[in-house]
């Protein structure tokens, strides 16, 4: 390896992201000379099974292979004193690019998943409006529909840090955040043929859920690039995602993109639900609470190498991850492999979409001493990623929603990794 491919961007490792295929090429990879190819007796080479016999037929819906059973969601364990609450966390440290399969997208339930027949169900659009309008499913079907790719964040996801939660893997600690292409109608589009009064300020979005989950939404977002949802990653929406239709609010914390939608309703003031009152507001250190913080923070995530994951063996391992903000695109990732006294710029692999993940690269050295793994990201709007100390001494400890902050993940002389709450 040459003395350039080996140039360090930061201090413990971190090399320049312009390498990251030469040394992938020459270091990971094993050679096998031109004669040792022409030599098929000393290779030992024999065709495997399933390259001499015909395979399964072509099947009505496609499966995964079961050598890959092992990614599945974290669903925690059922509450009795809250049927049908709770959520499941999306596999992270498992997943490459930016977009994840509908199996595994992360959920969040207040009363349990109905079992809604498109057949019975209808949208209503009325309070401060024109005309009241009812859809039913197959209306909505009719219309124009658009298509955008972006992430939805439960505003709870990376909570636990906050509490002083040591392990944990990048699934049990920020596995509710997922990232879809989601199709549908713009809301506005519907919004103008109901007529919208020019009083209106608020819309009350109520889902038909056991839970009657309703959050409010300011007239002006409603208008501007909100969408009834039909679609996730082109097929309709699972149960779970809200079938047979979803309000979706780019950006915005997880919990407003009302499931099951079924009204609509028009207002001077916010609705004031449990959830926007009892729920998902930000208690202040001075115990006062903040309301309607809807926009997600710029925010990102090593998910590789991860925590309860190890290192076999010294040499070169590729850092990868995830960023993402509620505020436009991602600008710069930067990561350190020294606890943030360096950094050195990754690479962002991926198409950068406006409010959805992002993919980032850097390769790394480890020589086998302790290292602590961070990133931080900026995202277009010019915000820079907190740390965790900095954003608890702004906002206090007791609230949990809307963290934000980098994670820090520590690595032992052994390679074994572990969330390093600091």
């Not at 009363?111 to 859809?135: E, K, M, S, Y």
């Not at 950006?251 to 993109?257: A, F």
Request: charged fraction near 15%.
């Amino acid at each position: 390896m040459t003395k350039q491919i080996l140039e360090h961007a930061a201090a413990n490792g971190l090399l320049n992201r312009r390498h990251l295929l030469k040394l992938g090429v020459a270091s990971i990879g094993t050679a096998v000379s031109a004669s040792a190819l022409g030599a098929e007796s000393s290779l030992n080479f024999s065709l495997p099974s399933w390259s001499r016999q015909p395979g399964a037929n072509a099947s009505g819906y496609g499966e995964r292979s079961p050598h890959t059973d092992f990614m599945q969601r974290m669903a925690g364990t059922p509450n009795p004193t809250y049927p049908g609450g709770g959520a499941s966390r999306t596999p992270l440290q498992h997943l490459q690019g930016t977009i994840t399969p509908n199996s595994l997208h992360f959920e969040r339930h207040h009363a349990g998943v109905p079992a809604i027949d498109p057949a019975g169900h209808t949208l209503v659009i009325n309070g401060l409006v024109r005309q009241p309008l009812a859809f039913r499913y197959e209306d909505l079907l009719k219309y124009p529909m658009i298509s955008r790719i972006h992430f939805l964040e439960c505003s709870g996801n990376s909570g636990a840090l906050i509490r002083g939660t040591n392990g944990g893997t990048a699934q049990s600690l920020h596995g509710l955040v997922s990232c879809a292409e989601w199709t549908g109608i713009a809301l506005s589009t519907l919004l103008d043929e109901a007529g919208v009064a020019p009083q209106a300020q608020w819309l009350a979005a109520v889902g038909a859920d056991a839970a009657s989950m309703g959050r409010s939404v300011p007239i002006n977002k409603a208008m501007d690039d909100v969408m009834v949802a039909l679609y996730q990653n082109g097929e309709p929406l699972r149960p779970e995602q809200g079938y047979p239709m979803r309000l979706f609010v780019p950006g915005w914390e997880g919990n407003i993109s009302v499931k099951w939608l079924t009204q609509l309703k028009l207002t001077r003031e916010a609705g004031q639900f449990r959830d926007e009152t009892s729920k998902y507001t930000d208690t202040q250190a001075d115990r006062s609470s903040l309301q309607f913080t809807f926009p997600m923070g710029v925010k990102s995530l090593i998910t590789s190498p991860s925590g309860e994951m190890s290192l076999a063996q010294q040499g070169l391992y590729q850092v990868t991850g995830i960023a993402w903000s509620g505020n436009g695109t991602i600008r710069r990732v930067e990561v350190s492999a020294d606890g943030g006294n360096t950094w050195a710029d990754a690479l962002i692999e991926s198409q950068v979409h406006d409010r959805a993940l992002t993919r980032f690269r850097i390769p790394w050295q480890w020589q086998g001493g302790t290292a602590v793994l961070m990133s931080r990201a900026t995202d277009s709007a010019g915000n820079v990623q907190p740390t965790l100390q900095s954003l608890m001494a702004r906002q206090g400890s007791i609230n949990t929603y809307h963290n934000n902050a980098m994670q820090r993940w520590a690595v032992s002389q052994a390679g074994e990794i572990s969330n390093d709450y600091a």
